[in-house]
Structures are given as C-alpha cells and as structure tokens.
C-alpha cells in the first residue's frame, strides 16, 4: 500500500533558530530517506523527469535509494546535474518535478528534492571525477561563475575542452554566495560543488571583471567560445521620495554586505551593516524573505514585509513563506509604499492600502490604489526586494552584440548563441530574474550548443 503522506524533514526549532545562521531544514537520514523513496510509483512514463530542467533521471535515482544503493544514487544524479546539493535546497521542485509526480494526483508526491539534497550531501567529498574523453584541444571562455556559468563548465569539462571561469568577485559561486544566507544554503555546500567542478579541470580566475579587465572581444582572440552567464544582479528601486535616505538599502547590497562579506558572523568579521529596531522589507519573493529573516538574525526586534498583493500571489516558495512566519516575520500585505519619512534617517514608511482586480500581465491580480486609505508603518531600515536586472557592462563593452528592451542579452531560442558568432548567454542575462535551476537548465543548453560549434567550426 503507498503511503499517502510524505515524510516529514526535520528543521531547526524557530525559536532557536532566529539566533543563528545555521541551516534550517536539517534533511533526511538514511532511514528517512529510503522510507520516503519506497513511495514512488516508478512510472513508466516518468513525467517528473519531463518537469527538471536538467533532465534528472528521478525515477532511477529515486529506486537507487530505496535500494540503498546510494553511490550509484548519486553517480545518476550527476550524469545530469553537476550542482545536486545545491538544487535539493533551493530549486523550487514544486514548480519543476514535484509539480508533475504522478503520486501528488491523489496524495503528497514524492519529496524529490530532499531525496536528492540526501544523496547529495552523503557524497558530496566522495572521490575525484574524471574527464569522460580525451582533450579535444578547445578552449571555452566562461563568464560568471554563478548556477548558469558553473553548469556549462562542467558540462563542456565532462565532454574534454580546456574551460576558464572569470569571475568578478573575489568568491566563486554568483548569487549562490553572495545572495541566498547561510540558513538556507550554506557556503561549505556551495564551495564543495565547486571543488567537484575543479576536478573536472575547470579553472577559474577571480577578480576579473569581463568589460573592464577584458573584453568579451578581446576573448574571442583567445578562446574557440564564449559563454556569459553573468546572471541579473543589478537592483530594481521604488522611485518614491526618500529612497536616498541613510539606512534605505538594496536587496543586494544587504545580502552582500551580510553573506559575502561575512556581516552575519560580526565581530569576527568587521563588515558595517546597520540593523535598526524595526525593518521593513518591500518585496514579495524569495529574496525579501532571504531579507526579512536575515533582519532578526542580525539583531532588528520587528522585521516586517511590504507586499503590494496577498500571500497567495507571493512569487515567494511557500516553504520559505512558511519558515518566516514561523520565526516572526509580520506581513503587511495589500500595501503599497508610498514615500521613505525621515530627515537625516529612515524613520518610517507612509503606504497605501490596496485591493485586487483583474489579472495583469504576469497572471496575478493587478493591485488597485484604494483612495484615502494611507497609513505610516516606524521604521530604522528599509530594503527594497522587488527585483534586479542584467548589469549594463559587458553588452556595453561588446561590439555588435544585440540586447533586448529590458536589458537581457538577445539569443537564438534553440542554440543560445547570441548576435555575436561563437559568443552564447543563458540564465537571467537572457530570461531576467529567474530560478537557480532555469540557469542551470540554460547552462546545460549552452554547453551542447558550444561543443557542437567548436568541434564544426572549421566545417562551417
């Protein structure tokens, strides 16, 4: 008989947790592991795999663990996705392979995405890959070392060509370092990725910013291809009076400021952050809830979210929702900011009450302004989560490169290769902002595209 109900994954209690940076969601043991893969159905059909963007085998990997067998659980995995740990925490399988389980018809569909974060981390030190082919003598340039720049090394790595990562940053990893907090992917987890893709041979030089240090001409001199992958990463801002204010910041400059330069772990880490007693975050998905219980960790009393809709258009993970509720996390919704109060500081946010009329572009309700309903909510700091775009350099610094209204790099749908012959981009310096998963999918997509130009080039 099949279970109806998944098993449960144990998390950190919420009252401890606030305290600290440690994960929340603690993942499955051996047992619980096995137990909750004995719940699959093993469809013939396999719609899940229809649903990853990187085309993981579930079904084998998932009997491979009810089997415990779990190396090969892991070797299945990673014929597919070199960055299994890390997907297994933050891709929203929901909307990917859980959305499709066949199981989640009738009861709770298989948790495919603990089951692969189990797998993951029980080998994630285990062994030293191996190039799959002999070196073709090709060189890639990768630029960004973010989900999207990561996967298409590995892929290109696995299929012999000589790959180097440049990134900007004195880290590797892109949003995965800088952008989501240590309680819910941890740095050690990302930085041991990393190092299974060094394995491969992928190379990767820090501090090099393509645009300035180099151009992406000046690297086609030097490289057979050239992948950008430098993801979304420049902020969107309210534009209301007061947003210039002290003590109003970015989404990104907090999460930064906090996760790569190691605010979180002050004094250890003389980083400056300044967390007043009450913080308001406007912003609805993943990352105002990265903010928002970033805030208490960090000391603020009251950290309060602005949302313009309610909680079911909250682009946000309902796991995440879920967390911050739990940890005390106030939700204003329906409320729009009007202006930032203060003279030589923040001192408060003057909204808007809304309502929800019809569906607008995006699918959800449109927020309608409700007349003479404003209300002031006392704040120390604001941070504006409501989204990024695609930093302007390298399309500036690129001859012939052709770039889309909203900033994104232009690309042909199926090969990814942009107006710039040998050049391809993927994850959200084509889609915008997007998932952690859907830039990997892009990476994966770009590296086909890649090994199959270079190894035709001369054909051509």
Known sequence: MVEKIAVRVPKQDPKSRVHNFQEVVLGYNAAQAVKEAERCLQCKNAPCIIGCPVGVDVPKFIKLISERKFEEALKIIKEANSLPAICGRVCPQEEQCTKYCTLGIKFEPISIGKLERFIADLNVNQGSPKPRVASTGKKVAIVGSGPAGLTAAAELAKLGHQIVI????????????????????????????IDYIKKLGVKIKNNIVIGKTYSVDELLHRFDAIFIGTGAGLPHFLHIPGENLPGVYSANEFLIRSNLMKACRFPEYDTPIKIGRRVVTVGGGNVAMDVARTALRLGAEASIILYRRTKKEMPARDEEIENALEEGVKFHILSQPLRILGKDRVEGVECMKMRLGEPDESGRRRPIPILDSTFTIDADIVVVAIGQAPNPLI????????????????????????????????????????????????????ALSIHEFIMNKNRR
Request: overall charge positive.
């Open 166 to 193: 440049f990134e900007a940053l004195h880290a590797s990893g892109g949003v995965l370092i800088y952008g989501i907090p240590d309680f819910r992917l941890p740095k050690d987890v990302v930085n041991a990725e």
């Open 395 to 446: 399309p500036k610094s690129t001859s012939n490169l052709k770039v889309n209204k909203n900033g994104t790099i232009w690309v042909e749908k199926e090969t990814l290769m942009t107006s710039k012959k040998g050049v391809f981009a993927g994850g959200d310096i084509v889609t915008g902002e997007a998932t952690v998963i859907l830039a990997m999918g892009a990476g994966k997509r770009a």
